[in-house]
T-cell receptor
Framework: DSGVTQTPKHLITATGQRVTLRCSPRSGDLSVYWYQQSLDQGLQFLIQYYNGEERAKGNILERFSAQQFPDLHSELNLSSLELGDSALYFC???????????FGPGTRLLVL | AQSVTQLGSHVSVSEGALVLLRCNYSSSVPPYLFWYVQYPNQGLQLLLK??????LVKGINGFEAEFKKSETSFHLTKPSAHMSDAAEYFCAVSDAAANAGNMLTFGGGTRLMVKP
């Protein structure tokens, strides 16, 4: 158990819908990262927050957004969902942006 | 931009045999290099990492990797495979610069199968 929690574990929804994925980092970690793992794209970095502020952005679609709250948990919002958004979404956290990243168990999203 | 190439999406070894998983990277700046393991239906677990210093890095579960700058490689090895090593392995690189955000760029993964 990495200490990073993600909810929900599974999510099934329809095209065009909006969902919110939640991540609670390890106690004391200030940095949160979101990654997408899909069969065709592999593991891709989406976005990073550090102590509430956006730190780095990767291949994140405009339909996707994220934020980190004062209690350091983070949410990833996915809107206007398409079939191709079906994937495993991982959250990771680290103490600082130069330290080891610890991964949560992921949220498996299926868009029908 | 950084990239990682893992040669061989599937590797099969016999129990007790040497495990060798290949990783080559491309980076315009000094990299940090990582190996992660993913067991079925689980998140990624850090096996080992290279930042600076000694180029031979030892990790958990008997794995080690050697950073070879001249070959831009960071291959993962284990002298004797165990059935419990069957999993998917990911090599990753991040920018060592302090202000780079530390995002990881992953390779495509190598699924290790261990035959009894």
């Amino acid at each position: 158990d990495s200490g990073v929690t993600q909810t929900p574990k599974h999510l099934i929804t329809a095209t065009g819908q909006r969902v919110t994925l939640r991540c609670s980092p390890r106690s004391g970690d200030l940095s949160v990262y979101w990654y997408q793992q899909s069969l065709d794209q592999g593991l891709q970095f989406l976005i990073q927050y550090y102590n509430g502020e956006e730190r780095a952005k990767g291949n994140i679609l405009e339909r996707f957004s994220a934020q980190q709250f004062p209690d350091l948990h983070s949410e990833l919002n996915l809107s206007s969902l398409e079939l191709g958004d079906s994937a495993l979404y991982f959250c990771a956290s680290s103490v600082d942006f130069a330290q080891n990243q610890y991964f949560g168990p992921g949220t498996r999203l299926l868009v029908l | 931009a950084q990239s990682v190439t893992q040669l061989g999406s599937h590797v099969s070894v016999s129990e007790g045999a040497l495990v060798l998983l290949r990783c080559n990277y491309s980076s315009s700046v000094p990299p940090y290099l990582f190996w992660y393991v993913q067991y079925p239906n689980q998140g990624l677990q850090l096996l080992l990492k290279y930042t600076t210093g000694a180029t031979l890095v030892k990790g958990i579960n008997g794995f080690e990797a050697e950073f070879k700058k001249s070959e831009t490689s960071f291959h993962l090895t284990k002298p004797s495979a165990h059935m419990s090593d069957a999993a998917e392995y990911f090599c990753a690189v991040s920018d060592a610069a302090a202000n780079a955000g530390n995002m990881l760029t992953f390779g495509g993964g190598t699924r290790l199968m261990v035959k009894p």
